[in-house]
């Protein structure tokens, strides 16, 4: 069968990103500033349908026991590439997305006669020219969102703005270097094979992270595997724009990747669903919410390393402090539009940082316990609380500080207490993780003596009170899933 995809593939010279000069850049230990994964590479054809592994230069950091190596594909229905790699489709270029013709098919080089389907990859062909394919609107020029993307295999050359509604993906998604993958809102990860998820780009600041920043993955991420042990393994920088579902599946985040949370996110794993973290991995959100939880465990697994890719190095969870008081601002404060007075009404609920429902597991895979573990702790306080304060140093804070009530109202939020709570109900497995950063009798559990059945727990440096302050009852309202 002829392959047309070469001349499709041709690359351009790859720049480095650079972070906004208007960004704050905040020093966190414990989170990669980049990723392994942000470099060059000689793509050639290199795709996420044929990935090249065997080929060190495109895949340099493979171990060798990552699950989707072995993952075997049947040959796809058809591989569509847009037809005119720099030529914008969508809104903003002459091109409709919608329109089969303006797809090509790659094995025969022919017109497609229609749309992706979740049996087709799909490329966005690499370009000199800088260009976008937005499939987010329902027509050449139509206002109206548009329907998901449906796919197997997903690829993103350098250059191309790739823009979806949402994502029905059931293989590999491979976003190469300078090439951005939107989805607008909802990203399903689906299907029952192993794959993986990789971004080669830089992320900018914690602090300054957006739809535009290519370390973009979607608004909300939908993980939902046809099996509990099927796995996508994500390999670079990911934020999303809110929270992740994981419903069934293991979301293995790679080593040195980043994975963050978005704002106002109630993030959960189902039972039948595990986030695992592998070396020097780090999982968190790029705000402070008061008013959710970061992470609810519904009876499933957060868990750091694998049986056969145990840790050699920490990885990281960080989870964002709430407003510990339960106080209301100290005195009756309104601006002209009465938004610090609603906004205080709707923030300063009190939530834990993590819920722990019957059936959650912790867990550790490490070689050596006493040097490489699953480590739980607090967001930095730099970071921006969400539609409260910008982040603490920022020029969004300056400015807003000007004025005096509500510069007054931010300097008051800054000085709360820091330290994180996490909730525990009955019948939670712990083993092999450090509690870091914990406010005193920040760890609610509803049966102490479970905490005595607990294997090779460790108390950070970083914990505001004696070990023996930090464990307290659940409060009864927590036990029915409210606020305390």
């Known amino acids: 069968m002829k392959n047309h995809l070469c001349p499709l593939l041709a690359g351009s010279t790859i720049l480095l990103a650079a972070i906004s000069a208007n960004a704050q850049v905040i020093d966190e230990p414990g989170r990669p500033a980049t990723s392994i994964w942000a470099a060059e590479y000689p793509y050639g054809e290199a795709t996420a349908a044929d990935p090249h592994f065997d080929d060190e230069r ?6 060798g026991k990552e699950y989707f190596l072995d993952t075997q594909w049947d040959e796809p229905k058809r591989t569509l590439a847009w037809a005119q790699p720099g030529t914008t489709g969508g809104r903003n270029g002459p091109l409709d997305p919608y329109d089969p013709a303006n797809w090509v098919n790659v094995e025969t080089g022919e017109p497609a006669q229609s749309l992706p389907d979740r049996d087709t990859d799909v490329i966005i062909p690499a370009s000199d020219e800088s260009y976008e394919v937005n499939w987010r609107f329902a027509g050449h020029g139509n206002p109206e969102w548009g329907p998901p993307l449906e796919a197997r295999h997903v690829t993103v050359g350098s250059n191309v703005h790739f823009a979806i509604v949402d994502g029905e993906i059931y293989g590999n998604v491979w976003v190469q270097r300078e090439g951005h993958f939107n989805v607008d809102v909802t990203m399903n990860l689906l299907g029952s094979k192993h794959t993986f998820y990789r971004n080669d780009n830089t992320g900018g600041s914690p602090s300054a992270v957006g739809s535009r920043d290519k370390s973009y993955l979607c608004q909300y991420l939908m993980f939902n595997k046809a099996e509990p042990d099927a796995s996508a393994e994500f390999l670079g920088m990911f934020h999303s724009g809110d929270e992740f579902q994981v419903v069934s599946g293991t979301m293995i985040v790679g080593p040195d990747t980043v ?9 959960y794993i189902e039972k039948d ?12 959100k790029w705000s402070i919410d008061f008013h959710v939880t970061d992470l609810d465990l519904r009876g499933g697994t957060l868990q750091a390393g694998l049986p056969d890719r145990p840790l050699a190095r920490d990885a990281i969870v960080r989870v964002s402090h709430k407003n510990h008081t339960a106080a209301q601002y100290s005195e009756p404060v309104s601006d002209e539009d009465g938004e610090i007075e609603m ?11 993590i819920l722990l429902q019957e059936g959650s597991t912790l867990r550790t895979y490490s070689t050596d316990i006493d040097q490489a573990r699953l480590v739980i702790t607090a967001l930095p306080a730099e970071y921006p609380i969400t539609f409260l304060r910008p982040a603490l140093g920022s020029r ?23 330290g994180i709570d996490i909730a525990v109900r009955e019948n939670v497995t712990v083993e092999g ?12 559990v509803q049966n102490r003596e479970a905490v005595d059945q607990w294997e090779k727990v460790f108390w950070g440096e970083n914990n505001l009170a004696p070990q023996e302050e930090l464990i307290a009852d659940l409060p009864e309202e927590l036990e029915d899933g409210g606020e305390y």
């Open 58 to 63: 495109v895949w340099p950091h493979l171990t």
């Open 259 to 267: 994975v963050e949370m978005g704002r106002e996110g109630s993030p």
């Open 273 to 284: 669903g595990r986030i695992v973290l592998l070396d020097n991995a780090y999982l968190g």
């Open 343 to 353: 906004a205080a009404e709707r923030h300063f609920r009190r939530v834990p940082g």
């Open 396 to 418: 969004a804070y300056e400015d807003r500080a000007e004025n005096p009530l509500r510069g007054a109202f931010m300097q008051w939020l800054t000085e709360l207490p820091q």
């Open 433 to 444: 993780v450090e509690f870091d950063g914990l406010r005193a009798q920040g760890l609610m």
